[in-house]
Structure formats: structure tokens, C-alpha cells
């Protein structure tokens, strides 16, 4: 007979709601780190076009800025959608779906994150001089956070199921 896995959480006592409670807590401890980092950055990133150096960057390299603001954009963006969730279906008890629905903007927004973190970069070591070296540089880091923030998590869960 095929051995039957517990839930992952089967060790806790609690309802339904208590659960999507304690995941909601959780969520927003996450969010905060990345939201608030994904908001600094691109405030800084907003402030590029204003310089004097931006008037000397080539074509690719503008389009690489407008890249990185837009998708510095969409993140900050995406990270914040978890807000406007709660203010609109508090009280209306759908929590499990709304943390459901947050857990998945909040892994988009990562992603949407570490793509803006990977061109901010491509672009600084390109105005540096680095030329191509900055576009191997810039994917190493993309991948490395593919190893840290995936690969990593995805690796110890296959783990703790043997």
C-alpha cells in the first residue's frame, strides 16, 4: 500500500481562516523587504533622467534605461498589489483565495524584481565601460539569483518529501 504524505502544515492545529491568517502575516513580513528595496531602487532610477550624463548615453543604453524604469515599474507595482487586495476584500472572507492570489503576485513581483535588479546592472557596467563583459556579468547575477531564490527553495522542499 502507497504510504499517504501529510500536508505540509498537517502538524498545526488550526481552521482554515487561522491558517490564512498566519500565511497573511507572513506574506506581508516577505513583502516588506522586497517591496521597500524595489521602491528605493526605483525612486533612485527615476532620478537617471534628470542628470547630466544621461544626454551621452547611446540608443541601447537609453533603451536599456527605459527598460529598467519600466520594469522597476511593474514591480514595485506588483509587490504593492498584495495592499490593495486586502483593502478591497477585507471582510468579505475570501482570505484563503486573497493569500492565494498575493503569494502568486508576490513571486511575479521577485521576478519582475530580480529582471530589473539584472538591467539596472547591465546598464551601470555598460555606461562603465565593460561592454560585453557587462552583459555576461549581468546574466551570471540574473542566474544567481535563479540559484538563490528558486532553485535553492525548490532543492530542500524535493528534500524534506523523501
Same mark, same amino acid.
Given at each position: 500500500?502507497? +504510504?499517504?504524505?501529510? &500536508? &505540509?502544515?498537517?502538524?498545526? *492545529?488550526?481552521?482554515?481562516? +487561522?491558517?490564512?491568517?498566519?500565511?497573511?502575516?507572513?506574506?506581508?513580513? +516577505?513583502?516588506?523587504?522586497?517591496?521597500?528595496?524595489?521602491?528605493?531602487?526605483?525612486?533612485? #532610477?527615476? !532620478?537617471?533622467?534628470?542628470?547630466?550624463?544621461?544626454?551621452?548615453?547611446?540608443?541601447?543604453?537609453?533603451?536599456?534605461?527605459? !527598460?529598467?524604469? !519600466?520594469?522597476?515599474?511593474?514591480?514595485?507595482?506588483?509587490?504593492?498589489?498584495?495592499?490593495?487586495? *486586502?483593502?478591497? #476584500?477585507?471582510?468579505?472572507?475570501?482570505?484563503?483565495?486573497?493569500? !492565494?492570489?498575493?503569494? *502568486?503576485?508576490?513571486?511575479?513581483?521577485?521576478?519582475?524584481?530580480?529582471?530589473?535588479?539584472?538591467?539596472?546592472?547591465?546598464? #551601470?557596467?555598460?555606461?562603465?565601460?565593460?561592454?560585453?563583459?557587462?552583459?555576461?556579468?549581468?546574466?551570471?547575477?540574473?542566474?544567481?539569483?535563479?540559484?538563490?531564490?528558486?532553485?535553492? &527553495?525548490?532543492?530542500?522542499?524535493?528534500?524534506?518529501?523523501?
Amino acid at each position: 500500500m502507497a +504510504e499517504q504524505r501529510k &500536508p &505540509p502544515d498537517s502538524g498545526r *492545529h488550526e481552521t482554515e481562516e +487561522e491558517r490564512a491568517d498566519r500565511r497573511w502575516s507572513e506574506l506581508l513580513q +516577505e513583502v516588506r523587504i522586497a517591496q521597500t528595496g524595489a521602491q528605493i531602487m526605483f525612486g533612485f #532610477l527615476l !532620478t537617471v533622467a534628470f542628470t547630466e550624463r544621461f544626454v551621452t548615453l547611446d540608443d541601447l543604453e537609453r533603451a536599456l534605461y527605459v !527598460t529598467v524604469v !519600466t520594469l522597476g515599474a511593474f514591480a514595485v507595482g506588483t509587490l504593492i498589489a498584495p495592499v490593495s487586495y *486586502h483593502r478591497l #476584500l477585507a471582510g468579505q472572507h475570501v482570505k484563503p483565495r486573497m493569500v !492565494t492570489a498575493a503569494a *502568486h503576485l508576490i513571486a511575479l513581483g521577485l521576478v519582475l524584481l530580480a529582471a530589473t535588479i539584472s538591467v539596472a546592472l547591465l546598464l #551601470l557596467l555598460r555606461v562603465a565601460g565593460l561592454g560585453w563583459a557587462a552583459w555576461a556579468i549581468a546574466a551570471a547575477v540574473l542566474l544567481w539569483f535563479s540559484l538563490c531564490w528558486v532553485l535553492l &527553495p525548490v532543492a530542500v522542499l524535493r528534500r524534506s518529501k523523501r
